[in-house]
Every structure is written in C-alpha cells, then in structure tokens.
C-alpha cells in the first residue's frame, strides 16, 4: 500500500486567536510619545491662550515687521518704515520671521505673535530632546516643563522682542551640540558642530553678541566630551566657528557693500555701520556703559535690572522673571557633577552638565555685572540652562540615589526650590497668599520622603517623595508664569507675573498695550505705572497717539513719508495707525540722522507731508552733550511753517516750500 503525502495546507490562525502582545518598550515609547504630546500641548495653550489681547505689542517691532510684510527692502534691512529711511537698533532676522508671517496671512497681531508662541513650543520641544538624548525621556519631560513654566519665557514667547528666535536658536545649537558630543563619526561630529555655528550665526543676526555668550560653554563641552581625537576636535570647533562667521557675516557684508546713500540708516550707531552697532550699542557699550566713541548702550543698568553684583538675578526686577529654580539648578549641577565621579572623559552626562552649567554661569555672569542698559527680560535667555541643568542634574542624582550623594542631592533641590518660592511669592503678599504655605510644607515633605529611602522598608516612598517635591517646587514659577500668560502685555519694559509683582521699580510694568519701544542710554522719561501695565502717550515712553483725523490726514498725503516725527516710538505709532511710512527723526535718542539739510532737502524735494511736533526719543539730548538733531529740525520747522492743532497733536505742513 502506497501512501500518498500531501503538503499540509497553509496554517491560517483562528479568528479568535491572540495577537502577540507588545514588548514592553513598545509601551514606553508609547507613553513617552503622550507624555511628550500633552506637554507640547500644555505649553501651546499656555502661550498661544488669549495672544491678541496684547495687541501690537512693542510697537517699535510691530512697526518693523509691518514695513517687511510690505517692501522686500525694508524685510531685509529690517527697516522700521516702507521708504527705508531708518532700520530697527537690532539685526532684522526676528523681523524676518514676522514680516514673512505678516506678508504670508496678512500683517495683523496675530501674524505677529503666533510665530513668536510657536518659537516657545519649538524650544521646549528642543531642551526635552536634548536631555532625553544623555538622560532619559522622563528628564527630557521634567526639563521641558521647567522652560515652559518660566515666567521669563510666558512672558517673551507671547511678545515680539527678538528674545524669542534668540532662546529658540541658542537651544538648537546646544541641542546640535549634544549630536555631535554623542557621535562617534567623524564626519557627522562635524556636521553637527558646523550646524550649531549656523544657528548661532544666525542668533547673532537676531540680538548681535548676547547670540554669542554661550559659545564658551559649547566649546568647552565639546573638547571635553567629544568621541574624536583631541586634533580632531579642535577641527570641529575650527569649523563650527567658520560657520558662526559665514552665517552671521553673510547679511553685515552685504550692508557694508551696499550704497549707503541707497539702503537705510543702520539705527544706533553713530557712524550709520553694522559694526559700529556691533561693537558699540549692541556690543561693549552694553556691558560697560557709556564708553565713549559712540560706544554707548546706556548708563542706566540698575535703573531697568538692578543694581550690578551677584545678586541681581535675584532681586526684585528680575528675581521673579527667572530665579524661583535658579536655587535647584545650582545645586542639580554641583551635585550632579559629583555624582559622574570617576566617568570616563566622554560620558555625555556630565558632558551636558558642563554645557547647561556653563551657559548659565557664563551668561548669568555677564548680566550680573553689565553696566550698560539690560532689561529684566533679558534674562529668558538663562531659562533653557536652567531647565537643561534640572533635568540632567535631576536624573544624575536619581540614578545613584541609593547613595547618599543622590538622596541628599535631590533633597536639597526640592528645598531649595522651595524656599526660593516662599521668599519670591512672599514679595507679593496680596497675591494667592496661602500658595507659598502649601508649596513650602509639600517640597519638605518630598525631601524627608526622599531621605527616608535610605532604608529597605522605606523605599518606595521615594517615588512619592519625587513626585510631591518635584510638584511643589515648580508650582511657584508656574503659577507666575500663568499670571504672566494671562496679562496683557506691551510697551517697552514688559516684566513677568501678575498686577505688583515688581514693587519697587517705576519701570517694572508690563508696558501700555501696543506700547513703545525699549528706550535707549538710560534717557526714557519717568514712566507713571498703574498695576503691572504701563500708562501710554509720550510721557510714559509709549510714543504718540493717533487720532482718527490725524491718521486720515497721514493716508492721503501721498508723500514717500506721510509724515515726520521726533523719535521712532512715535513714527511706529503713526505707522500701524496709517499704515504709511512716517520718518523718525533721529531715531533713537542721539542718532545723527537726518541732518538738518538733509531734512531740507527731503521737504523741499515735496516727500515729506506732514510735521508732527514732540514725539518720543528722537529730542533728547545726545550722547555728546549737545541738542540732537531733531532739535535743530524742529527748530527750523517752527520758523517756517504754521502749525495746526489735530487732537491733541501738533502739525505743520510741509508742501509748497520753495525755500529761503
């Protein structure tokens, strides 16, 4: 008998049958992926929530970015008007962003500032992917939540000051430089670091050399850490700094070889240059003063930061915009350092620890002690370190926190992020006043439950432990940053937190909505605060006001500037009001431009329209001692011409000169 074997048919499984169940690491990406999507989203809400309500803003560059939505030149200058007469004191690259949006959706507040709101998302979204690159997605969360609720970053990611693209380009390039201390390939290490120079190139065409500060703490890190060989490092670094150069050079060698008499003044310098701008207003005239040569970036750093010394982050200007973790970091970093012991020289731990801390103390430094002008927002620029040092530090203590370097270590962050807020919160004593007695006991609790994990019966409170700390030492600098994001904010000086926060400055307000720009050399008039906003009109360095006949006059004068006016936070005023380009006599406070034949000869060539009397900034004196030259200007409108009440302004018409 011959048996005949047929192949078996096919096994096809059973509609009931189970499918194989998920690894484990499938749910932790998972959850990890949520986790991250509802923190991104937390933050959106939390900046994008009510955004409009503050207007325009700083008028200064809602005026600029107006003229970039409007003229191609004007976009690329960063002009602060259509004609091109006078740029912004600042290279126009946040100008880009939102002269492009204005250009793209239509130039309103909202094309203003929800670029601005995008750029916060994008920077927590980068502190969370570079701690989570060294540590672990739950440190990557923890540090992305401290960015996000910095009352420093509520406040700027729903402004339109530079200070936006800045943060958001600076961690970037910390975050391209975690790449490339993490890779091993030569070729891509160097890719990596040539991408961090471009960022920072292009963070210097955003705010000049504050850009630059945390090139020292990349370095740094880099040689340390980098998988290379030490030669082959340095030729990374050699190529990220031609590529800082390249990037930030293109744009000041194309100003510099453009026709002056063609582009627009190069406002805040004194010699109308992009490098005058950079080593003078912008540069050392910033960190020390008045220096002479037209190196002049105020005198009047205490007067809008606090006095200089160490603890001026901590005090009552800016010690609610940006200190409430400053206390944990400090200690997350001392300890966290502590705690790679003996690592090898590449370990990307303690590598990130020497990039976070090193930004932070060397830009904390540099505001501590600048003498020239600085403004307490400034100081979103340490919030990435901050929440890059918590979340690294964080994680190094919790990885060894069955020793008691790690126990202590996270202990005294959650008590010292603890007490900070008490003090900070107490500042403000009307305000939520129970807070600081619930967070104070709560951060105590998660450090006795933390230190309690010493022993075996005990150890599982230490997760407890770590959830109640951690909770109760960020809730401070949250519960500001939501005040902050539910403010309405504009004008010159915007300062973080709800309605008295800042209790002894007369430039702590939030600024009059739509407000003015930041005043220059410490020469702003006294500023007449009411809550947390600043009042509005020329006294309060809010510029002018537009009235309705004066705006319809500006429309149809039909002129290449509708008007002139002294100072550009009044021309910004009449600009969005018009939405016509109004010269700003000398710009700032002392720059020469225009000469008072040069003004001649603009009206009697008829492309000035109007005159409006007063003004902001343009008429103080100048840094030499002597009238500015919208003195002279004004004088010789005066003699000239008839004036003309509009409201509450006053106006000459220029037409029909023939001359003397």
């Known amino acids: 008998m011959t048996a005949v074997l047929h192949p078996a048919p096919p096994h096809r499984p059973a509609t009931t049958a189970h499918r194989a169940e998920p690894s484990p690491s499938w749910f932790r990406t998972r959850r990890t992926g949520l986790a991250l999507a509802i923190l991104l989203a937390a933050t959106a809400v939390l900046y994008l929530w009510d955004l409009t309500a503050s207007g325009y803003a700083n008028t200064f560059y809602a005026a600029a970015a107006q003229a970039g939505s409007e003229n191609w030149k004007a976009w690329f200058f960063g002009s602060l008007d259509t004609s091109n007469f006078i740029t912004v004191d600042k290279p126009p690259a946040s100008l880009w962003v939102m002269g492009l949006s204005g250009r793209i959706f239509g130039f309103s507040s909202a094309s203003l500032l929800v670029p601005q709101a995008l750029m916060g998302v994008g920077s927590v979204a980068l502190v969370y992917a570079a701690v989570k690159r060294v540590a672990s997605p739950a440190a990557g969360l923890v540090a992305g939540a401290v960015l996000a609720a910095t009352p420093a970053a509520a406040l700027m990611f729903k402004f339109d000051n530079p200070d936006a693209l800045l943060v958001l380009l600076m961690t970037l390039a910390g975050y391209f430089v975690v790449r490339a201390m993490s890779t091993a390939a030569g070729r891509r290490a160097a890719m990596w670091t040539a991408l961090a120079g471009v960022a920072l190139g292009f963070a210097f065409l955003t705010k000049m050399l504050q850009g630059l500060m945390v090139l020292p703490a990349f370095g740094v890190a880099y040689v340390i850490a980098g998988q290379t060989r030490l030669r082959t490092r340095l030729v990374h670094l050699v190529i990220g700094a031609a590529a800082v150069i390249v990037s930030a050079g293109w744009w000041v060698l194309a100003v510099w070889l453009w026709p002056a008499d063609s582009r627009p003044y190069i406002g805040g310098s004194s010699n109308n240059s992009v490098m ?14 008045n220096t002479g040569s037209g190196m002049n970036g105020g005198g009047a750093g205490s007067s809008f930061g606090g006095s200089t010394g160490l603890d001026r982050l901590f005090g009552s200007e800016m010690g609610i915009q940006i200190s409430w973790l400053i206390p944990a970091a400090l200690i997350a970093l001392v300890f966290g350092l502590l705690a790679c012991g003996r690592a090898p020289r590449t370990d990307l731990l303690r590598a990130s620890l020497i990039l976070w801390g090193g930004w932070f103390l060397v830009t904390g430094v540099i505001f501590s002690y600048m003498s020239g002008t600085i403004h307490p927002y400034y100081t979103v620029a340490l919030a990435p370190a901050v929440a890059g040092m918590i979340g690294t ?43 600081k007695w619930i967070l104070l006991p709560g951060t105590v609790v998660g450090a ?16 407890a432990g770590l959830i109640i700390g951690s909770l109760a030492g960020i809730t401070g600098s949250a519960s500001y940053a939501i005040a902050t994001a539910a403010t309405a ?4 000086i915007p300062t973080a937190g709800p309605t008295g926060a800042v209790s002894d400055s007369g430039l702590g307000g939030g600024g009059a909505i739509g407000g003015s720009p930041e005043q220059r050399d410490g020469e702003a008039p006294p500023i007449e605060t009411t809550g947390n906003l600043v009042s509005s009109g020329p006294e309060a360095g809010g510029g002018s006001e537009s009235t309705s006949e004066l705006t319809a006059m500006l429309v149809n004068a039909g002129t290449t500037w509708s008007a002139a006016t002294n100072g550009s936070q009044s021309a910004a005023t009449y600009e969005l009001a018009s939405n016509t380009a109004v010269m700003a006599i000398g710009g700032w406070s002392s720059d020469p431009a225009p000469t008072l034949d040069q003004f001649i000869q603009y009206v009697a060539d008829g492309e ?6 007063g003004g902001q900034g343009g008429s103080q004196r100048n840094s030499q001692g002597g009238d500015g030259t919208s003195s002279a200007i004004q004088d010789w409108v005066e003699a000239n011409f008839t004036s003309t009440m509009v409201g509450n302004s006053m106006v000459y018409d220029l037409t029909g000169y023939v001359g003397q």
């Open 393 to 435: 530090g964080g994680y190094a203590l919790w990885a060894v926190r069955a020793r008691w370097i790690g126990r202590c270590g996270l202990a005294a962050m959650m008590l010292a992020a603890g007490i900070w807020s008490w003090v900070l919160l107490h500042r403000n004593a009307d305000w939520l006043p129970m807070l």
């Open 608 to 613: 000035i329209h109007y005159y409006i009397a």
């Open 489 to 492: 904010h504009g004008g010159s």
């Open 276 to 289: 005058d701008l950079v080593l003078g207003y912008n540069g050392l005239g910033r960190l020390f003063g």
């Open 448 to 463: 006795i439950l933390i230190l309690m994990g010493a022993q075996d019966r005990f150890r599982k409170l230490t997760v």
